[in-house]
């Protein structure tokens, strides 16, 4: 299957549905930060998402740090 192929397929569902333009982008970073928080390495993730600069890639990195530390300030001990 192709990219062009998916994103028209996501495309036309969100449309179908009633979803506005930027679900598209929530549900690729969703998915980012999901494979992230899953044990993906940041130059895996990279290649998975079709990133030039793994800089890009880190935000979701960050991100998951950022959830981690917020979880560790919660909690006790």
Do not use: C, W
């Not at 930060?33 to 899953?38: A, G, P």
């Not at 079709?50 to 950022?66: A, R």
Request: cysteine-free.
């Amino acid at each position: 299957m192709y990219v062009t192929t998916v994103r028209l397929a996501v495309h036309k569902y969100l449309k179908k549905v009633g979803i506005s333009k930027g679900a598209v982008h929530t549900l690729r970073h969703t998915f980012g930060t999901y494979k992230s928080l899953n044990g993906v390495p940041p130059k895996i993730l990279q290649g998975i998402m079709g990133h030039k600069k793994l800089e890009s890639t880190l935000l979701y990195v960050h991100l998951v740090d950022t959830e981690v530390r917020a979880y560790q300030r919660s909690t006790p001990l």
